[in-house]
């Protein structure tokens, strides 16, 4: 099995920074790219960022120039610092790995439980 587990979500002022971490654990052989989706309320869940295992990074342009994601490849973590936060970054955020398994040939996808981030205007 592979587990990620998040951490860092909180209630913050409009204006204000979080950090968020994920450590992922399990049977993991390799894991490819690492990041953050959101899903607000009534909404779909959308990608934040990607961190490839190469260190490329992709960003949703809501938060371009205000979020930076990181990665420990050794600690099989992930990182989102997000600062300048907004009430619309009002939010569960899912960490998300693909991730192959030992002795598996292939990659999957695999996602936390979420951390909730609320910021207030």
């Known amino acids: 099995q592979v587990q990620l587990v998040e951490s860092g979500g909180a209630m913050v002022q409009a204006g204000g920074s979080l950090r968020l971490s994920c450590a992922a654990s399990?049977?993991?052989?390799?894991?490819?790219?690492m990041g953050w989706d959101r899903q607000a309320p009534g909404k779909q869940r959308d990608l934040v960022a990607r961190?490839?295992?190469?260190?490329?990074?992709t960003y949703a342009d809501s938060v371009k120039g205000r979020f930076t994601i990181s990665r420990d490849g050794a600690k099989k973590m992930v990182y989102l610092q997000m600062n300048s936060l907004k009430a619309e970054d009002t939010a569960v955020y899912y960490c998300?790995?693909?991730?192959?398994?030992?002795?598996?040939?292939?990659?999957?996808?695999?996602w936390g439980q979420g951390t909730q981030v609320t910021v207030s205007s």
């Open positions: 998300t790995a693909n991730v192959r398994r030992w002795g598996s040939l292939g990659y999957s996808d695999y």
């Open positions: 399990g049977s993991i052989f390799s894991i490819d790219d």
């Open positions: 961190v490839s295992s190469g260190g490329t990074t």
